[in-house]
């Protein structure tokens, strides 16, 4: 039987690999929405890894995980330093993840929603995450530093996570 503990690695790996075409699509500088994409499902894998690690089960139906991540690494002093680097990373990570489909569609409408197009009864239309998600439009700025941000505190905890939770 596999145990629960047995998908931290995996979940890690695949959080690596999410990590690497997230920095991949950041450097091209295109194709904003799939890029924060890509980044909501690095801490998601990275969350469910930490659960894996400490041996519990990980919510299997919700994307809506991260909080608890954030909330163990402010426990840890490490992890307080990694998450000290850039405070606004986990307020923009969970933005992100109520923007993930699964958790908009529960939403009062009109929702946001990171991967598909949505309808916006309001307005009458159907909107969709590369014009119209209000996360894309903010990392669309130049100034704005949030995608550097989450990648860094990504790479950080990823490469410290078996020894903050062995």
Known sequence: MIADRDYAIPFLEQA???????STVSAVGDSPSTLLMLIQMVFEKLT????ARQGKPYPKNSHQVTAHLFKVLRRHPEGKLILNDSPSVAAFIEKLEWAQPSIAKKLD???EQLEYPWADDIRGEVRYPEADLSLV???RDPKDKTVVSCL???RSFEQRLLELFP
């Open 137 to 139: 439009k903010r990392i």
């Open 48 to 51: 469910k890894a930490v659960y």
């Open 109 to 111: 409408q009109p929702a």
């Open 16 to 22: 690596r690999a999410d990590l690497r075409a997230a």
């Open 152 to 154: 860094k505190v990504a």
